[in-house]
């Protein structure tokens, strides 16, 4: 695997890292998720920030791909709700709108990166295996 460490499966047992992908254009969502999967990584899926957050609680993601603007709760409301967990996952917010980047760049949350959409899948990966990285250091 590029980007994060590889072991044989002798000497780990551990399931691969999750992440989250948190949009409300499901098909984005699944195309993002299906070319995760490539790369051995495991992909849960929501499609507003409201569920996003409960399923940080619940299932630890290692990294979160979320996108900004979406009905109810946006991105960036609920990255502030994931400062408050008992750990801490990478957020990578996203928005085809450069307002909505502008935004989220200046609120000062504690995310990985902000980024515009569309994004090359095989850029989004390389963020994802340097978040996965930076979150194993811890």
Known sequence: MVGFAATTPSDDTRQPPLV???DDDREQAEQIASFL???????A?????????????????????MDVRMPGLDGIKAARLAANLDYD?????MSG?????????E???DVF????KPLPLRVLVRFVQNALNDQEKG
């Open 89 to 93: 996952p990478k957020i990578i917010l």
């Open 45 to 65: 899926q929501e499609d507003n920030g409201f569920a996003a957050v409960n399923t940080m609680r619940r299932e630890k993601p290692a990294v979160v791909i």
């Open 107 to 109: 609120e000062g949350l």
């Open 113 to 116: 990166a902000v980024v515009d």
């Open 37 to 43: 999967s490539r790369f051995g990584i495991s992909v």
């Open 20 to 22: 989250m992908i948190v």
């Open 97 to 105: 709108y450069a307002d909505q980047v502008k935004r989220a760049t």
